[in-house]
């Protein structure tokens, strides 16, 4: 049974911050979406790609009114190595994720398969919740490939905001 649906309450979610605060879903207040970016660590190579693109677009996205986080399992350490090295200063970076939290978001679960992963990580996961705390969409991966690209993601919120487009698979 699924945990996450469009058109229902998200799951409870509070993380701290490398800004040093701690987050949590049911005080955002976005005004079109509250974008959640689950990634594995800072031990992936394809994260670090995709966190810096988004990076790079995190403007456009507040223009739509849509909040940012991007969450992963790693240490508060970790999670600050993570801004410096891979230069990803524009993102509110959430760290510490619990495996227990992460498949109250139906992400997928890996354990490591090498000295550089961690013993367990989940993968990532892409989601747009609504300032009502429902969610509107979720894309989730089993792998670190195939995640949805910043670009269409964005041409989606325009879209789903000109059209009132509903959010769908709630059945």
């Known amino acids: 049974m699924k945990n996450v649906l469009p058109r229902k309450e998200a799951p409870q979610l509070r993380v701290q911050t490398t800004k040093g605060v701690e987050w949590n ?15 594995r660590g800072i031990h992936c190579p394809v994260c670090k790609k995709y966190l810096t693109e988004l990076n790079s677009k995190i403007s456009e996205f507040q223009e739509r009114g849509v909040d940012t986080i991007c969450i992963s399992a790693n240490t508060e350490e970790l999670a600050k190595k993570t801004v410096e090295s891979w230069d990803i200063d524009k993102l509110n970076i959430g760290y510490g994720l619990l495996t227990e939290d992460a498949r109250k978001w139906d992400l997928y679960i890996s354990e490591g398969i090498n000295d550089k992963e961690p013993d367990a990580f989940f993968e990532p996961g892409l989601f747009l919740i609504k300032p009502d705390n429902s969610v509107y969409a979720a894309s989730i991966q089993s792998m670190p490939f195939a995640r949805p690209e910043f670009d269409a993601v964005l041409k989606a919120v325009d879209f789903v905001l000109d059209k009132s487009y509903p959010a769908r698979g709630e059945a």
């Open 25 to 39: 879903l049911k005080d955002e207040n976005p005004e079109n979406f509250t974008m959640i970016v689950f990634y």
